[in-house]
């Protein structure tokens, strides 16, 4: 007998948490059985070196809801992310960090948003309980800087509560250190989002995994993450622009050497100013080429893949609209009398032609 899928999908990467397991297993529990949804627990232990994964064999075993996978390695908080989003069956798929800081009581009432139409349900930590200058400010900064890059306004990007759609979340993949930049990559694609705030606890057991060190990687993916949103299928855009202006740098240079040989007497062609000229001009040369490579590995990445250039919200199939105006049709009554009737029923389905099935 096939089990039903569950309705909701909760993704937990772990990585060296062994002392908050227990504790924020108990509460998740606590807070989804009595919602009344069906629902599983997928925990991805990132390579941990703790005893985190033997604790989480337990918890599987004692309840068949949970699955637990694997990394060999430390593959980092974006590749556990993608696995759970890869191994979940639930409609919905909601994520939690492992340090027991997020409230799994938040999770139904972001469904129930969700619920409204909404791809994307973010929560935002009303009152964070962090250290100022070495949590909450470096995430102040980062959250503007995404906010006006992306053009994306979430009020924090870095809470992992979150609930989206799975299909939503399939369509796409994760890379390097992406996971913080999913909300501006589905907002992209036309995902309808909303945000509503969440309780914050304070860190009671192991050690925090985030800090300052991780700013300058967060600008770098920034950049990865505007260019693939914004020109993924358009790359002469970029290398065109910066080809055009190359050129207007090396004309402008080159009327400088003009005018000065017109009007000062003396002056060479032979100077910085044209050889600038001729430098800028073969830059901008060898870009516009580099753009029109981007342009052929552009077309053969998606047409070797089959992948669309767009996203669908929902498509109609032709057989569910064919029904549908059959249902809103009036039926026809019949007027004609029921004694005589067969021999006339007899005699036009012998000269009716044969149906031609249209569905086909």
Request: glycine share 6%.
């Amino acid at each position: 007998m096939v089990e039903a899928k569950p309705y909701l999908s909760v993704v937990l990467p772990v990585y060296n948490e062994e002392e908050s397991l227990d504790a924020l297993h108990t509460s998740i529990v606590g807070a989804l059985d009595p919602w009344g949804r069906s629902f599983e627990i997928i925990y991805v232990d990132d390579g941990s070196k703790d005893r985190s994964l033997e604790m989480l064999e337990k918890l599987a075993d004692a309840d068949k809801r949970i699955r637990v996978f694997t990394f060999r390695r430390n593959f980092g908080q974006t590749a556990a992310m993608a696995a759970g989003i890869d191994a979940a069956d639930g409609k919905l798929i909601a994520f939690l960090d492992a340090d027991g800081q997020n409230d799994p009581s938040d999770i139904p009432k972001l469904v129930a948003k969700a619920e409204e139409g909404y791809d994307l349900v973010s929560g935002y930590r009303e009152r964070r309980q962090d250290p100022f200058l070495t949590r909450i400010l470096p995430s102040r900064i980062a959250n503007f800087i995404i906010r006006k890059v992306t053009g994306v306004h979430l009020r924090d990007y870095g809470c992992s509560l979150k609930v989206y759609r799975a299909d939503l979340l399939k369509s796409f993949h994760l890379y390097g250190e992406m996971h913080r930049f999913i909300p501006a990559h589905c907002s992209w694609i036309g995902a309808r989002m909303t945000e509503l705030p969440v309780k914050h606890h304070p860190r009671l057991a192991g050690v925090s995994k985030y800090g300052l060190a991780r700013t300058f990687k967060v600008v770098l993916d920034l950049a990865t993450v505007k260019f693939l949103g914004s020109y993924s299928t358009k790359p002469i855009y970029v290398f065109g622009s910066a080809a055009v202006f190359c050129a207007l740098v090396s004309v402008l240079l080159f009327a400088f050497v003009c005018l000065r040989m017109i009007f000062i007497e003396g002056a060479e062609w032979i100077s910085p100013m044209i050889l600038g000229s001729l430098f800028m001009g073969g830059i901008a040369i060898q870009t516009f080429l580099m753009g029109l490579l981007a342009e052929i590995i552009i077309r053969v990445y998606h047409e070797s893949q089959k992948l669309p250039i767009y996203h669908l919200r929902q498509a109609a199939v032709a057989e569910e609209v064919a029904a549908k105006t059959e249902s809103l049709e009036p039926k026809q009554e019949s007027s004609e009398e029921d004694s005589g009737t067969s021999d006339s029923e007899t005699s036009d389905s012998e000269n009716e032609l044969p149906k031609t099935n249209l569905s086909k």
